[in-house]
């Protein structure tokens, strides 16, 4: 039997622990998301990129958020798991309307990070994105569900401003977002362990670290303080590689 979303909600947040990460393999699909289910882990995260990719669609909202949602239904219809969804930097809907949506389809969970691709690819100002965050928490607290918020920064993406004070301003960033009422924060990239232990160290609440599941080895980040686990689009990078090796085979 399928769980209510609230307490779907609850058990994502309550897998958000420093030293002991969740890893939310990233999906895209059905298939994947089954494939993650059956390996047996305990929730899921539905990434923009191979989302995009499996449409033929680009990242960076090309798909439009009817689009996604029809593509999370069938994710959720597949597996019983709490599931979330990255939405990018919202798709130009009002919190309310990305909250009704999410729930609609069952996802407990999402991503929401400070570019806007709906403006040209512009970086929100810190509290322009912390105020965002904040209408999200009041929809989904309307709502009934303690929608679990990864509030992102692309600081480090977009290589914004002096190298040497990146990590200040996206915990700056990050720290605006959580007092606003996010529940985990992203300082997306692949950071090395140096970085990564003191954005740990210096944000307030859990940090998902990226990783490369083909690469990366596992139990380097419970050492870090890494509290959740994503891979972003290099699962799919990843199984793509290894079709493109057996195609090969039989070109």
Known sequence: MAQEPAEQARMLLQLHQPGNPVVLPTVWDAWSAKLAADAGFAALTVGSHPLGDSVGKPDSE??????????????????????????????????PRLIEGLLSVGAVGLNIEDTVHSEGGRLRSSGEHAELVGALRVAADAAGVHMVIN?????????????????????????????????????????DPD?????????????????????DEPAMFAPLGVARISFGPFLQFALSARANELLARWQ
């Open 62 to 95: 090309g798909m439009s958020f009817d689009d996604v949602l029809a593509r999370v239904a069938q994710i959720t219809a597949a597996v019983d798991l709490p599931v979330s969804v990255d939405i990018e930097s919202g798709y130009g809907q009002a919190p």
């Open 195 to 215: 970085t990564l232990r003191r954005l740990v160290s210096e944000l307030p609440l859990p940090v998902n670290a990226i990783a490369m599941p083909d690469r």
């Open 151 to 191: 509030a992102r920064t692309d600081v480090f993406l977009r290589q914004e401003g002096d190298p040497a004070g990146r990590v200040d301003v996206a915990v700056a960033r990050l720290t605006e977002a959580a007092q606003a009422g996010a529940d985990v924060l992203y300082p997306v990239a692949r950071h």
